[in-house]
């Protein structure tokens, strides 16, 4: 019997970040407590301008991304947000989406499989994913379990279970 396997992956759908960046572009421009605050939320090549007259109403405008974002189904562990920072006389915060597993979480993940893992079961580094093989299709949803249960700072799906 050949083995099954899964890969784990942590991709964010860019057409769903899309549609609640202007979803969130909406709300700022009609919202009453952000008229003439000079609030606005844009894309800024691969990451996220956020710019307001001040570093809460730059927050707010934050918040409101973020409850877009969850609203459509994308994690808060993928957004990576800064700091407001003054520029000039607004505050800017980039933000960023991650898409993919770095090496240094590919071999955390890993190791969270190695050690607390069933035996039989091994993970392989592909790129920005991991493959996770074994002969028991248990084992594998045990895995799948048990990484759901780890507090990791990105979000992962599970993808191609054969």
Not at 42 to 52: D, M, N, R, T, Y
Request: no cysteine; aromatic share 4%.
């Amino acid at each position: 019997m050949a083995d099954s396997s899964f890969d784990i992956v942590s991709k964010v759908d860019h057409q769903e970040a899309e549609n609640a960046l202007n979803q969130a572009h909406k709300e700022v421009e009609q919202r009453y407590d952000f008229k003439g605050t000079g609030a606005s939320i844009e894309w800024s090549g691969e990451a996220v301008l956020i710019k307001a007259g001040t570093e809460e109403r730059a927050k707010a405008v934050l918040d409101v991304f973020q409850t877009k974002l969850i609203k459509r189904g994308i994690s808060l562990k993928s957004l990576e947000s800064g700091e407001p920072t003054p520029s000039g006389k607004e505050f800017r915060i980039t933000s960023t989406l991650k898409d993919g597993i770095s090496t240094e979480n590919a071999k955390k993940i890993g190791k969270i499989i190695r050690d607390e893992g069933p035996k039989g079961v091994k993970s392989q580094i592909q790129g920005d994913e991991l493959r996770v093989q074994s002969k028991s299709r248990d084992d594998l949803q045990e895995v799948m379990r048990l990484l759901r249960a780890a507090d990791l700072d990105l979000d992962l799906q599970f993808i191609n279970y054969r």
